[in-house]
């Protein structure tokens, strides 16, 4: 009896990083969350990790989403999935990685969205034709 109170109390202090970054809301699945740690993707006090790597309080995780990475501090672990609101204080955003992430908003906002240069959309399937007669025909005066 004694045995199982000790091996809780030692796990409480502890847990697996895939499964504090579902509990943490980041991902929808724990299988998620392990694939992007697999891939190099998350990183733990800047080292990277594994799925079964312990996360104890105070860790900083670093998360890559696209060209962006997201730094958080571990501020408490959970076992269980709950609510958006309850899941948020299990970390903490540093202040350096919410200025980067502002920064980054402000230059997709400056920046031209590809999709805007096509004036009229995707062609037609009479305009790809012609597209292909003339790219086979502008071929064969080539050679």
């Known amino acids: 009896m004694k045995a199982d109170k000790h091996a809780q109390a030692e796990h409480a202090d502890r847990m697996r990083l895939d499964k504090w970054l579902w509990a943490a809301r980041f991902y929808k ?13 998350i990183r733990v ?6 799925p079964s790597r312990d996360l104890k309080m105070g860790d900083q995780v670093d998360i890559r ?24 204080l299990l970390y903490q955003e540093t202040p350096q990685s919410i200025l ?10 400056v920046s031209i969205e590809p999709a805007d ?9 009479r305009d790809r034709r012609l597209l292909a007669d003339w790219q086979s025909q502008s071929g064969c005066d080539d050679e």
């Open 100 to 109: 980067l992430r502002a920064e980054f908003a402000a230059q997709r906002k």
């Open 45 to 50: 006090n800047e080292l990277v990790a594994k």
């Open 29 to 41: 699945t724990r299988s998620l969350a392990a694939d992007d740690i697999d891939k190099g993707r």
């Open 65 to 88: 989403q696209g060209p962006l990475t997201r730094t958080f501090t571990v501020q408490a672990l959970s076992t269980a999935r709950g609510p958006a609101p309850q899941a948020q």
């Open 117 to 125: 240069a096509i004036e009229q959309g995707r062609p037609t399937k």
